[in-house]
């Protein structure tokens, strides 16, 4: 009798130490039956993807108070890596250090330099505290249990604190609770039920990047090619074209997906007025 045949475990890269944000999302989008790969830097996220040493990545794009990670829409137009899902994860930024340290022994806090940032009330409220940014949320959490440190802390997730066996002191001292991280999930390549649409009860997103001459209008007409097909433009970004200084990129989400006719009429004028027109990715559209 022959053994049932078993798909292989999926490996995603995204940048960070285990347990930070990025590795949320990615259980987010993959479920927990995922092996993670973790990266330093976003570069080697993509090209760990397009190197085949992961079959997936899960990338940062823009976060509700930070704004866009440019970087990463940068490389997203120097890689042919599909956009195939999103999710938003809650940024819940915790107090954590290590077991046996108390809250009136800390003077020192590490974290991202975006997370310290976002939590500046918090630090007005304990003037005590000295702000110390590092690399990255979970990594500072790592280094303080690695280094046993008694008169500091990190700030970080949950998941963070549960992989290193720190001790959460305050919980959710983020300033704004309203703080949602949109991630990507990229594919080297695409299948069809990456892109089905047969399901009514899902709405599709579609990014795409182009850009215009630089003359009068050109960047109203494009936007006309959706607004005369009452397509709902989401998300639009600039973004500098490099060796044409002062023209721009324009990185567009709009609702609906690339194969419906109407998606298909929008694109295909857009076409007749860019000078560079891509499509990033389609995929059914996240909710926060």
């Known amino acids: 009798m022959k053994k049932p045949i078993r798909n292989p475990r999926i490996t995603a890269s995204f940048q960070g130490e285990p347990g930070a944000f990025s590795e949320v999302a990615v259980r987010q989008l993959l479920g927990d039956d995922v092996d993670i790969f973790p990266c330093q830097r976003f570069t080697d996220v993509f090209d760990s993807l397009e190197s085949g040493k992961v079959q997936a990545a899960v990338i940062p794009i823009e976060n509700s108070l930070h704004g ?3 970087e990463n829409y940068d490389t997203l137009l120097h890689h042919d890596l599909p956009i195939v899902g999103e999710t938003y994860v809650r940024i819940v930024h915790n107090l954590i250090a290590p077991p046996g340290v ?3 022994q800390i003077r020192r806090v590490y974290s991202h330099p975006v997370a310290l940032n976002q939590c500046l009330r918090f630090f007005e409220k304990h003037p005590q505290f000295e702000k ?3 690399y990255d949320t979970a990594g500072s959490v790592k280094m303080l249990m690695e280094q046993n440190l008694t008169d500091s802390a990190g700030i970080a997730s949950a998941a963070a604190a549960e992989r290193y066996g720190g001790v959460i002191l305050r919980k959710s001292i983020e300033d704004d609770r309203q703080n949602f991280t949109r991630f990507f999930l ?3 390549k695409t299948s069809p039920a990456d892109r089905s649409s047969k399901d009514p009860a899902v709405k599709w997103k579609t990014s ?5 001459r630089n003359i009068p209008g050109a960047l109203f007409r494009s ?3 959706f607004a005369l097909r009452d397509l709902n433009l989401i998300k639009i970004e600039s973004r500098p074209l490099r060796g044409k200084p002062w023209e721009y990129l324009f990185y567009l989400d709009f609702l609906g997906h690339v194969d419906d ?9 857009l076409k007749e007025l860019a000078d ?3 499509i990033l990715g389609c995929y059914p559209a996240g909710h926060v």
């Open 68 to 70: 866009s990670v440019h």
């Open 102 to 104: 108390s809250f009136r």
């Open 132 to 134: 110390e940014p590092f």
């Open 186 to 188: 990229l594919k080297k």
């Open 208 to 212: 795409l990047v182009f850009s215009t």
């Open 223 to 225: 936007l006309g090619a």
């Open 261 to 269: 006719p109407v998606s298909r009429n929008a694109i295909g004028h």
């Open 276 to 278: 560079l027109l891509r």
